[in-house]
């Protein structure tokens, strides 16, 4: 088994801890990783944490996760809501993926509540700020048998 988790992270995510904190908090990625490596380290597993504002880049990611990981975490951001790309990269990964929302998207914009990735995803997690990560983390460990 590949003993790395791939936590990916799409548009405007490199803005978290900065941008519209009152929906996303003051938490950075820097946090997450810090966060989820203290979770799944003791495990024997790896975080690697990406972020890109790029629908391309993502999905070269995804491709290298097959190869790589044994698990992903997305938080695809904008992307959750229009990107069939995404979803049948996802449908090429053969581990297990989690989905997450920082924010509550049902409480939100008719527009976040419906979500390409969830047809794919083994849970989804949203509204628990960037705790969703550390849950999201969590699963796969077990989902994985780490
Ligand atoms: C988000 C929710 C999306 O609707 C939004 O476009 C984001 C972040 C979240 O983490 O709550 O950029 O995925």
Redesign the pocket.
Known sequence: MNRQIYILN????NLLGQREPEI?GHETLTDVELRCAAIAGPRGVQIRLLQSNHEGQLIDWIHEARHAACGIVI????F??TSVAILDALNAFEGPVIE????N?HK?EAF?HHSYVSARAEGVI?GLGIEGYEAATRRVLTLVGA
């Open positions: 799409g548009p405007n995510l996303y938080n695809p951001a904008a959750t809501h997450v929302h920082i924010s998207v939100r976040r949203a």
